[in-house]
């Protein structure tokens, strides 16, 4: 049995919450769960208020019927509604729910405080909605989006040609060798026979000097 002390906090009319929240409960689905309810109150005496009351996946109108001896529950599910609104009056505030088709639901005679409750519980539950569809649009754009196939390699690969120019060939000049005069000649065949130890150092250096001596 749900509590209903916690939909008490704004001054909410403990009877007509009593019995909203027994027959809710019976109508409640698998997950469903009450966030907010607020009861109407009208300036004079009100013995049969209605009431909204706001679940995770839709909004209720609860309507007594029969002086208070029946109950009579209207719902609007979150995919079928556009938006919700409120509007403070003199006694109290018009709530507001406009459907994606037909016209709007007002309820007036709702306490301020309890308007904008139920405004921020409601909104806040079609945002929520709202952005699921979005992430499953996303999601199934994602599973229908067609693979795009991994890039191939290059079979033909042409390398890049170097810009480094190719070295020239060095010329090499050629030597022209010129023929030794006599007083070369001469030295180099006596530097020979020393080499050869024809003759001696002492020798080799006299007879080296009266060469260079008669150039």
């Known amino acids: 049995m749900i509590s209903i ?9 403990p009877k007509a919450v009593e019995k909203v929240i ?3 409960n019976d109508l409640l689905t ?10 109407q109150k009208k300036p004079a005496v009100n013995l049969l208020p209605d009431s909204i009351a706001v679940t995770n996946k839709r909004i209720f109108y609860c309507e007594p019927g029969n002086l ?7 719902d609007i599910s979150l995919k079928n509604i556009k938006e919700v609104s409120f509007k403070e009056e003199l006694f109290g505030s018009k709530f507001i729910c406009v459907p994606q088709t037909g016209e709007n639901i007002v309820t ?5 405080t309890q308007a904008r409750k139920l405004y921020q519980a409601a909104n806040e539950q079609l945002e929520d909605y ?12 994602r599973a229908a989006a067609p693979i795009q196939p991994a890039p191939q390699p290059f079979a033909d690969f042409t390398p890049i040609e170097s810009s480094t120019a190719e070295p020239e060939p060095i010329q090499i000049a050629e030597v022209v060798e010129e023929p030794e005069d006599e007083t070369t000649l001469k030295l180099r065949k006596l530097k020979t026979l020393y080499d050869k130890h024809l003759i001696t150092q002492e020798e080799y250096e006299a007879k ?3 060469i260079l001596d008669s150039f």
Do not use: C, H, W
């Not at 208070?68 to 209207?74: A, E, P, R, S």
């Open 5 to 13: 002390d916690r939909f008490l906090s704004d001054e909410q009319d």
């Open 22 to 24: 027994g027959k809710l």
């Open 30 to 39: 698998t997950g469903e769960e009450i966030l907010y309810l607020a009861v």
């Open 68 to 74: 208070g001896l029946t109950m009579n529950f209207k």
């Open 108 to 112: 007036e005679f709702i306490p301020k």
């Open 130 to 141: 709202k952005e699921s569809l979005r992430q499953q649009k996303l999601e199934e754009d």
């Open 208 to 210: 080296k000097a009266a």
